[in-house]
């Protein structure tokens, strides 16, 4: 049974910075593009990042560009995002999803780890 | 930035049909894929490569897309599809993933 399981969620103050995580099991993690997917209070999904399978390929949102940096770590069936220059506005559920090849969406989901910031 | 349009809100009645569109500009190019979210959980993946249903979910749900506009479409609705659906594609590049707004589905 495929699971995504994140970390790393608390709060923080405004400017500060945060590292998710989130560990895969119950698949080939090696195998599969990963995403970051956030969802504020009362709103919508929004994409934020994906990494490649290899880790070599990372694109992301432009909404966060320079401020997040998505990675991985194969031999730990991990990924990460590591957020700074937190806002207010940052605060959300993030999530993490797999995507197991090309035109398959996002087959697999964490259940999310809350991020607040806050002073 | 691209976006993804969505109606807000759609309600129904139990047994009849529900559709939901989601617009965008690079949808003749880009696949669609259609999402369910309940509260508190997750959301779940229930139409990729516009009209493919992933093993699990229910035959009641379907997905087409024409043009610029991609529909989901949910027959004899039940109560216990009441959520939120989220249609997700790509920018013109292929780099990029959007969602749409999300549309609340009531049934009445």
């Known amino acids: 049974q495929v699971q995504l399981v994140e970390s790393g969620g608390g709060v923080v103050q405004p400017g500060g910075s945060l590292r998710l995580s989130c560990v895969a099991s119950?698949?080939?993690?090696?195998?599969?593009?990963m995403h970051w997917v956030r969802q504020a209070p009362g709103k919508g999904l929004e994409w934020l990042a994906d990494i490649s399978h290899d880790g070599r390929k990372k694109y992301y949102a432009e909404s966060v560009r320079g401020r997040i940096t998505i990675s991985r770590d194969n031999s730990k069936n991990s990924m990460y995002l590591q957020m700074d220059s937190l806002r207010s506005e940052d605060t959300a559920v993030y999530f993490c999803a797999s995507r197991s090849g090309s035109y398959v969406g996002f087959d697999y989901w964490g259940q999310g780890t809350l991020v607040t910031v806050s002073s | 930035s691209y976006e993804l349009t969505q109606p807000p809100s759609v309600s129904v009645s139990p047994g009849q049909t529900a559709r939901i569109t989601c617009s965008g500009d690079?949808?003749?190019?880009?696949?669609s894929y259609w999402y369910q979210q309940k509260p508190g959980q997750a959301p779940v993946l229930l139409i990729y490569?516009?009209?493919e249903r992933p093993s699990g979910t229910s035959e009641r749900f379907s997905g087409s897309s024409s043009g610029t506009t991609a529909t989901l479409t949910i027959s004899v609705v039940r109560a216990e599809d009441e959520a939120d659906y989220y249609c997700?594609?790509?920018?013109?590049?292929?780099?990029?993933?959007?969602f749409g707004g999300g549309t609340r589905l009531t049934v009445l």
């Open positions: 490569k516009d009209n």
């Open positions: 119950g698949l080939t993690f090696g195998s599969y593009a």
């Open positions: 690079a949808l003749p190019k880009q696949y």
């Open positions: 997700q594609s790509q920018d013109n590049s292929g780099l990029v993933w959007v």
